[in-house]
């Protein structure tokens, strides 16, 4: 089991930043995050595979938001630019340890931990 703690959030002005972060109790193969706006489906935002570093963005948020990790400390971070209000939604930190492709990085399904969310609110 690995247990997943969020911080950060909150509210801002449209074209605003934000910063997440997200530690992680145990060690993991991958970290996302994901969103979810009332009444819309959740979504993939952006994943790191935490052994290589390698990155992954929703077509969305390429160019305003960046993943990133500190692996001493098992903590992944999303800092969010240029907010929008479309970006207004509770967002998830999601972690996996089983290998999968890179393909499936974005895809809810294949997170088994998740962490209790934190709100996002842009107003324009």
């Known amino acids: 089991q690995v247990q997943l703690v969020e911080s950060g959030g909150g509210s801002v002005q449209a074209g605003g930043s934000l910063s997440l972060s997200c530690a992680a109790s145990?060690?993991?193969?991958?970290m996302g995050w994901f969103r979810q706006a009332p009444g819309k489906e959740r979504e993939g935002v952006a994943a790191?595979?935490?052994?290589?570093?390698?990155?992954y963005y929703a077509d969305s948020v390429k160019g305003r938001f960046t993943i990133s990790q500190d692996n001493a400390k098992r903590t992944v971070y999303l800092q969010m630019n240029s907010l929008e209000p479309e970006d207004s939604a509770m967002y998830y930190c999601?972690?996996?340890?089983?290998?999968?492709?890179?393909?499936?990085?974005?895809?809810?399904?294949?997170?088994?931990?998740w962490g209790q969310g934190t709100q996002v609110t842009v107003s324009s």
């Open positions: 999601a972690a996996k340890s089983t290998v999968s492709l890179g393909a499936f990085a974005l895809v809810s399904a294949e997170y088994a931990y």
């Open positions: 790191i595979t935490t052994g290589t570093g390698r990155t």
């Open positions: 145990g060690s993991t193969f991958r």
